[in-house]
């Protein structure tokens, strides 16, 4: 008999009596929660509002200018006439996601912490791309 056939005492109430190692760990596997899987997941903890794509589309010009990053919102119109690239880079990402720009430029840690000054809320579940609750997700991004 191999160890993952080994009889064991069963330490899960209402289980069988006996049971093996294998039927113990897929049992354990079960009853353990993966982080972000209870229903009050981090994504909901955070407590932003919740702002649709759909909305952030009607805020895409100089004087109203939303951008969408990793999935958070983002108000940047009091930022355009700061951004050291210029305000005519982000206005062409005005009102909808911007994620792949901003990656594609390599902005520093600086100008990733500082965008915490500009978060205005985050996409509701069904339209993230980036921060997806209970599927795969980019590591290392921005709190």
């Keep these: 008999m191999s160890t993952v056939d080994a009889q064991v005492q069963s330490p899960i109430e209402g289980a069988n009596q006996s049971a093996t190692i294998l039927q113990l760990a897929m049992a354990a596997l079960r009853l353990t929660k993966a982080p972000g ?3 009050n997941n981090n ?12 909305e952030v589309a009607y805020h895409d010009c100089y004087d109203d200018c939303w951008i969408v990053l990793y999935d958070r919102v983002y108000d940047i119109t ?18 909808r996601d911007a994620t792949i720009a901003f990656l594609n430029a390599g902005h520093s840690t600086m100008a990733i912490k500082s965008l915490k000054l500009y978060e205005i809320g985050e996409l509701p579940p069904n339209e993230c791309i980036y921060r997806c609750v209970g599927k795969l997700t980019l590591t290392n991004l921005p709190d």
């Design 37 to 39: 899987t209870d229903s």
């Design 78 to 95: 009091n930022f355009l006439r700061l951004h050291p690239g210029g305000h005519d880079v982000l206005v062409e990402n005005a009102g």
């Design 43 to 54: 994504h909901q903890q955070r407590l932003r509002p919740v702002i649709s794509l759909s």
